[in-house]
């Protein structure tokens, strides 16, 4: 069992950064890969940043170039650095970890085993 607690998250307006913080503990050596998502009211949840066991990184079209997926394995902590954000960055940030035989990382939702409770970004424009 991985336990995951997000923090970082908060209000700011267009054009403003945001570091997001996911501090994990548990059996992390049972994940081979982790992930930031993201969901919007009325929206589906959409995978954002993804890094592999070997640090490898992708992400989604709409993020790309502005947000930046990072970890700390002394720290057991995932980071992801938002840059120029936008209104459409609105929602709330889920931190995932999990496994899948033959994938190094993935920004689908449904190889993950684990989730945080999540923090809520507000971008203003």
């Known amino acids: 069992q991985v336990q995951l607690v997000e923090s970082g998250g908060g209000s700011v307006e267009a054009g403003g950064s945001l570091r997001l913080t996911c501090v994990i503990s548990?059996?992390?050596?049972?994940?081979?890969?982790m992930g930031w998502f993201r969901q919007a009211p009325g929206k589906e949840r959409e995978g954002v940043a993804a890094?592999?066991?070997?640090?490898?990184?992708d992400y989604s079209d709409s993020v790309k170039g502005r947000f930046t997926i990072s970890r700390d394995v002394a720290k057991n902590a995932l980071y992801l650095q938002m840059t120029s954000l936008k209104s459409e960055d609105t929602g709330m940030y889920y931190c995932?970890?999990?496994?899948?035989?033959?994938?190094?990382?993935?920004?689908?939702?449904?190889?993950?085993?684990?989730w945080g409770q999540g923090t809520q970004v507000t971008v203003s424009s």
């Open positions: 995932a970890a999990g496994r899948a035989r033959g994938l190094v990382r993935t920004l689908s939702a449904r190889f993950y085993n684990d």
């Open positions: 548990g059996a992390t050596t049972s994940r081979d890969f």
């Open positions: 890094i592999g066991h070997d640090g490898s990184t």
